[in-house]
């Protein structure tokens, strides 16, 4: 076998010596059959020609032993590899052209791929993802009551919960994880060091929450039930990631203290190695902490609010359990769970609560919020990236087949010499498969530089996203495939067309083939190709032109020499009686910066990914089920962020919270509730309910800045003085957690490319634990809404070009 | 003349190779001539056959290569029979035995 083995190498790689001595052996043979004929006689050139005829074809003599040595297989490809490299290097543009169709049309596909596959097919790195169930398939967040229309539950309360896990024995685990956590960081610093307190994503998590997902640690232990418990001393466990960017996997940091919100929890353990989380996302948890400890660290008055929806459930099935008697025993036990809320007690909610309904959905994957998210985008691209290569087939097709035309002389010339149809097909077929090779890897290539560019450009300032772009067998598998298939598939046509053509016929025209020109295969293969190219470019414009046409939106607002300071005074440790106070201080320190005209300070800003809204009535009308979005704002807020007062008065030095409860509303507020030419001035509205809609008296009138989105138009809008409570209300100030403001707006006389800095060390001089969370100027913030729609339109205009 | 030829039964020259290689080491137009022969005349080989033969038979180890020195004082590749070889020889020769006797006795009976 071994001997075989080399003998067959010493063929392939000493060719030229294996090559020589079969001549040597071949001619000593005719010499001495020569010899032998002039022996007994004959002439010379008699001897020669006899010789030759009892030897039989000498060519084929040696294409036999070649073959009998078994190397042919290696050889002829070798060969045929050779002689495509020759002919290849012979036509440099035909080359060129293939190859960079190639690379584009797979690179194209093979980025996206990576995509996919890292964001959609990606399975949580837990044990056996496949039993793991989600109940729930919306990605509802983030804190909420009441019902969605269709009754279609996904995010239950603490209460709902704990009932659930005690009544369904079919899981072996039942984990409830926060649904909406990275809106609302956490501030951490670890203790008796230096190191800034800094604002990180922390998630709070049931005590089985590791269990569940069977896991490990990577170093010290995970969350236990006994950590999750009313009193139990404050844990939490750091996530890998943060544990080896922040302290280069110091081992110390499991047992140490850190102050999270400004309260000593003990960091008992570090998750492994890998593990992202229970979801995809942009800004994984650094912490996990015990649910019950959210109350303490967060104030967060939800968690044991029975009617307050906020968590979301995974469970581990046991083995054998059948999902579908499994998801109605949910549903009764959910109806059953919610039955004692005010929501669902009156006689109304008696019939909405018919439609409560839980599905269980595949818990794999995690919950898939990113995945919902991105899926339409990613679909679309890899729409985008299979017309291109369809575009780069065709055009591939074309030149191949336009080559083979042009070679038919050539090849009906070999087949006259000889050279068997099959040898033809597959030297046209290796050409083919050479080129599709090399597309392959230079595509391949062009896929990883390509994948990095898509992630940048669809997760801008994304620091740590659980994806990594870098090679998996799966893309590697797939690229070449694509590559051979495409390479197979269109070497055949020019291959087959080519051999079908007897030698005598082709030799006959071939001083005509090139004249001939196109085939209407040939000409078919341009149509479709310009008409794809077409396609792409039409969708590019589409998109570019709707890109403009957004963007040139009047946005209702200023961002000239405007900052967005995202501040939490919640985890900083402020409690509700003492917000005002440091409002108050914050718009004094920072006016005093020169430079700063305006100082605003609202819930939330214009283009930023956040909304607050509730249903409203307007005293004296019945409720016409409109809702509206709410914004608490001090007195410089509107100047801030250049929203123009159209009609009475913006929120002032009046509106204090002793003071009547005033609103300010938008134009579409005043449009839509109020008949034209009515006086919305002085008219009252609030949430309905009689006893509500008497809370806020309309003092002004705003433009329809645009919030959330320039897509969401029509947007209902009211603006509260910041400390002002409705008067309706029966929530203690304590509780209410709509009196922290998030968002700093500063309006400087120039631009200022130190005022990140400044804000901040003006922020911490007030209170070392007032971290700035994020820091944009107005027109980044902005910019950054239209992130998805100017990539689609870029890809598209470069692989249409 | 060419009436009296028979063209040689497929496989049957792999052993007319091994048997003539038995008696030594030969070159290849040696091997030639002697199959020629052995077999008085009668059997035509098509001269050109028998090198892929040769290197059939040397890849499977039946037979060794070594490049020598013909009796005309030429540069020659000698083949050889290898200890498989012989064995080979053996069993090649043993199923020829019985393929012709078997024939023979068909033929015979009919």
């Not at chain 1, 009156?346 to 595949?362: A, R, Y």
């Not at chain 1, 003085?721 to 029966?730: D, G, L, N, Y």
Request: proline share 4%; net charge neutral.
């Amino acid at each position: 076998m071994l001997s075989d083995l080399i003998f067959r190498f010493r063929s392939l790689f000493r060719r030229s010596v294996v090559e020589n001595e079969l001549d040597d052996e071949l001619r000593f043979h005719l010499e001495q059959q020569v010899e032998k004929h002039v022996r007994s006689g004959r002439t010379r050139e008699d001897a020669i020609r006899q010789t030759r005829l009892e030897f039989g074809g000498l060519g084929h003599v040696k294409e036999d032993c070649r073959q009998s040595r078994g190397i042919t297989f290696l050889e002829t490809t070798a060969s045929d590899i050779r002689y495509t490299l020759r002919q290849l290097s012979r036509t440099p543009a035909f080359t060129i052209t293939v190859l960079l169709t190639l690379a584009l049309g797979l690179g194209a596909n093979a980025a996206i791929f990576t995509l996919v596959n890292a964001v959609l097919l990606k399975k949580l790195p837990v044990a056996d993802p496949a039993s793991l169930v989600r109940l729930g398939d919306n990605n509802d967040c983030c804190v909420g009551s009441g019902n969605r229309q269709d009754g279609d539950f996904a995010m239950f309360s603490t209460d709902t919960y704990e009932q659930l896990k005690r009544n369904t024995p079919d899981f072996e685990e039942l984990a409830a994880m926060q649904a909406g956590f990275w809106g609302r960081p956490v501030i951490a610093r670890r203790d008796g060091t230096q190191e800034a307190a800094r604002s990180v994503s922390a998630e709070f998590v049931s005590g089985n929450y590791f269990r569940t997902f069977g896991l490990r640690p990577r170093a010290g232990r995970l969350l236990m039930d006994a950590d999750d418990t009313q009193g139990a001393p404050m844990t939490a466990v750091m996530d890998y990631e943060a544990w080896q960017r922040n302290y280069a996997g110091d081992a110390a940091v499991a047992g140490s203290t850190f102050w999270i919100n400004t309260k000593p929890v003990t960091v008992v353990g570090i998750a492994p190695e890998g593990f992202y989380g229970d979801r995809m996302s942009v800004t994984p948890a650094e912490f996990y902490l015990p649910i019950e400890a959210m109350p303490v660290l967060a104030n967060s008055p939800y968690v044991h609010d029975p009617e307050q929806d906020w968590l979301y459930i995974v469970g581990r099935i046991k083995p054998g359990v059948a999902i579908a008697p499994l998801q109605e025993k949910v549903t009764a036990l959910l109806q059953q769970a919610l039955a004692t809320d005010e929501t669902f007690s009156s006689e109304q909610g008696k019939t909405v609560l018919k439609k409560v309904h839980v599905v269980l959905t595949p818990g794999g994957a995690g919950i898939q919020a990113m995945q919902e998210w991105y899926g339409s985008k990613l679909h679309l691209l890899m729409g985008i990236a299979s017309l291109v290569l369809l575009i780069a087939c065709a055009n591939i097709a074309n030149l191949l087949l336009v080559r083979g035309m042009a070679r038919r002389a050539e090849i009906s010339m070999r087949a006259a010499l000889g050279a068997m149809r099959g040898r033809i097909i597959r030297q046209l077929l290796t050409e083919s498969i050479v080129l599709a090779g090399m597309g392959g890897i230079v595509g391949l290539a062009v896929a990883y530089a390509g994948a990095r560019m898509l992630l940048m450009l669809a997760f801008p300032g994304a620091e740590s996203i659980p994806i990594h772009t870098g090679p998996s067998l799966t893309v590697l598998g797939f690229a070449c495939g694509l590559s051979l298939l495409t390479g197979v598939l269109f070497g055949v046509a020019p291959a087959w067309i080519a051999a079908k053509a007897g030698p005598i016929d082709a030799l006959r025209s071939s001083t005509r083939t090139t004249a001939m020109g196109s085939s209407v295969l040939q000409r078919g293969l341009v149509v479709v190709q310009v008409g794809l190219s077409l396609v792409l470019l039409v969708v590019a414009g589409l998109f570019l032109q709707s890109l403009k046409k957004l963007e040139g939106t009047d946005l209702k607002l200023d961002a000239t020499n405007r900052y967005i300071v995202h501040i939490n005074p919640q985890t900083a440790g402020y409690t509700q009686t003492q917000l005002e106070a440091l409002y108050r201080t914050i718009e004094e320190r920072l006016h005093a910066l020169p430079g700063v005209m305006k100082v605003g300070i609202a819930s939330y800003t214009p283009m930023e990914d956040n909304n607050n809204g509730w249903g409203v009535q307007v005293q004296g009308q019945p409720f016409l089920n409109v809702g509206a979005s709410v914004i608490r704002a001090n007195e410089e807020y509107f100047d801030s962020v250049g929203t123009k007062v159209v009609m009475g008065r913006g929120i002032d030095v009046r509106d204090t919270p002793a003071a009547t409860t005033v609103a300010v509303v938008n134009q579409t507020f005043v449009k839509d509730l109020f008949k034209p030419g009515e006086n919305p001035i002085g008219r009252h509205f609030g949430h309905p309910g009689p006893d509500s809609t008497g809370d806020f008296e309309i003092v002004g009138v705003v433009e329809d800045t645009v919030y959330t989105s320039v897509r969401k138009k029509d947007h209902l809008m009211y603006f509260v003085p910041m400390m002002q409570r409705p008067r309706s209300t029966k929530q203690p100030i304590e509780k209410d957690d709509s009196l922290y403001l998030g968002a700093i707006v500063l309006q400087t006389d120039r631009p200022m490319n130190d005022m990140e800095k400044l804000a901040r060390t003006t922020l911490a001089g007030i209170n070392p634990n007032l971290t700035v969370a994020q820091f944009e100027t107005f027109n980044e913030q902005i910019a950054d809404r239209f992130t998805e729609e100017r990539m689609i339109s870029r890809l598209s205009t470069l692989f249409g070009g | 003349m060419a009436a009296t030829h028979i063209d040689l039964p497929q496989g049957t020259l792999d052993l007319l190779i091994l048997r003539t290689l038995a008696l030594g080491r030969q070159h290849g137009w040696a091997i030639s001539e002697r199959v020629q022969q052995m077999s008085s005349d009668v059997l035509r080989i098509q001269q050109g056959s028998l090198y892929p033969a040769l290197h059939r038979l040397e890849r499977r180890g039946w037979i060794k290569a070594h490049w020598g020195t013909s009796e005309n004082n030429r540069r020659a590749k000698f083949y050889e029979l290898s200890k498989s070889g012989r064995q080979q020889l053996e069993v090649e020769t043993d199923a020829w035995a019985k393929l012709t006797a078997a024939v023979a006795q068909v033929l015979g009976t009919v």
